[in-house]
């Protein structure tokens, strides 16, 4: 069954340092998010990304975060300059697109911890 | 905008026990809604949906939602819960044709054998 992967599942940084959060999405969709979800909290909108533009993104996906996606498979998340604050798991998400347009079934990856020192 | 509220941030309940997680949801236009499950250290699992048609959803593992669009809820019900049930239930809404998918809160389903 096709899935969404992730990596790294586990990273450690130091605050100030860039990091780079990878994901593969799966192989026919065409809607690529980000969500994050700090320890025991909600699970957050971050960023969708749609046509190899950003579609929408929330108040959270400041400056310091960006999204790339430079080949026909992986789609990246930067964070160009990391506080404690941005410790959390973060999610990958992809969705196909129906007749109708996006229906929103996301499927997730597994996520990528995150933990900033 | 759209919002989804869950009442119960943790609902304990005895092995076979029936139950009912609950969720409303706010939005100006016709939505899409989701349960997703999270087992501990794992990612979001879509349990079932709501897009469009039978009011009634069935999804895996024996759960079961009831859109009813009056009170704009979106409930989550088992009959007969199993200890592999304890994680944690995720609502989502979505509108047509939008961009992002909006989660609740969570509830915490905390089954005691």
């Known amino acids: 069954e096709p899935e969404v992967t992730q990596t790294p599942s586990h990273q450690v940084t130091q605050m100030g340092q860039e990091v780079i959060l990878r994901c593969v999405p799966i192989?026919?969709?065409?809607?690529f998010y980000w969500y994050r979800q700090i320890l025991g909290q909600k699970v957050e909108f971050l960023v969708s990304?749609?046509?190899?533009?950003?579609?929408?993104k929330s108040e959270i996906f400041d400056d310091q975060f960006s999204v790339e996606r430079p080949d026909g498979s992986n789609f990246t998340l930067k964070i160009r300059s990391t506080k404690l604050e941005d410790s959390a798991m973060y999610f990958c998400?992809?969705?196909?697109?129906?007749?109708?347009?996006?229906?929103?079934?996301?499927?997730f990856g597994e996520g990528s911890r995150l933990t900033v020192l | 905008a759209q919002s989804v509220t869950q009442l119960d941030s943790q609902v304990p309940v005895f092995e076979e026990a029936p139950v009912e997680l609950r969720c409303n949801y706010s939005?100006?236009?016709?939505?899409?809604l989701f349960w997703y499950v999270q087992y501990p250290n794992q990612g979001l699992q879509l349990l079932l949906k709501?897009?469009?048609?039978?009011?009634l959803v069935k999804g895996i593992n024996g759960f079961e939602a009831e859109f009813n669009k009056s009170q704009t809820s979106f409930h989550l019900r088992k009959p007969s819960v199993h200890i592999s049930d304890t994680a944690e239930y995720f609502c989502?809404?979505?509108?047509?044709?939008?961009?992002?998918?909006?989660f609740g809160t969570g509830t915490k389903l905390q089954v005691i054998p």
């Open positions: 709501y897009l469009s048609g039978s009011t």
């Open positions: 192989s026919n969709h065409l809607y």
């Open positions: 998400a992809s969705s196909e697109v129906s007749r109708g347009g996006n229906t929103g079934e996301l499927f």
């Open positions: 990304f749609y046509n190899n533009e950003i579609s929408e």
């Open positions: 989502a809404v979505s509108d047509w044709g939008y961009q992002k998918v909006t």
């Open positions: 939005s100006s236009v016709s939505v899409y």
